[in-house]
């Protein structure tokens, strides 16, 4: 069976840093793009960050550009988000997601998601 499985999420104070890690089993990995989105209580997800299976290309939304980095392991099917300079804003479940496409920035196109992980800033 497809699964994504997130970790490296937890409670960390404004300015702090956190590596999150998706990995991926039961596809061809190489075939996919990767995507992390989030969710706050109350608010739809949002797309934060994918790397394209096309070129390896990378995307950022304009809130964590500068902040965060995606980055890819492919020999052990593991998709990383680096987080620095955390603010409470950023306050989510973080999941990540597989498309068949090389056009990760349509969220449209996501077949496979995890379960998430939690991501806390404080104040």
């Known amino acids: 069976e497809v699964q994504l499985v997130e970790s490296g999420g937890g409670l960390v104070q404004d300015g702090g840093s956190l590596r999150l890690s998706c990995v991926a089993s039961?596809?061809?990995?190489?075939?996919?793009?990767i995507g992390w989105f989030r969710q706050a209580p109350g608010k739809e997800r949002e797309g934060v960050s994918c790397?394209?299976?096309?070129?390896?290309?990378?995307y950022y939304s304009d809130s964590v550009k500068g902040r965060f980095t995606i980055s890819s392991d492919n020999a052990k099917n593991t998709v990383y988000l680096h987080m620095n300079s955390l603010k409470p804003e950023d306050t989510a479940i973080y999941y990540c997601?597989?498309?068949?496409?090389?056009?990760?920035?349509?969220?449209?196109?996501?077949?496979?998601w995890g379960q998430g992980t939690q991501v806390t800033v404080s104040s």
């Open positions: 997601a597989a498309s068949p496409t090389p056009l990760c920035y349509y969220p449209s196109y996501y077949d496979y």
């Open positions: 039961g596809f061809t990995f190489d075939d996919y793009s």
């Open positions: 790397i394209s299976k096309g070129d390896g290309s990378t």
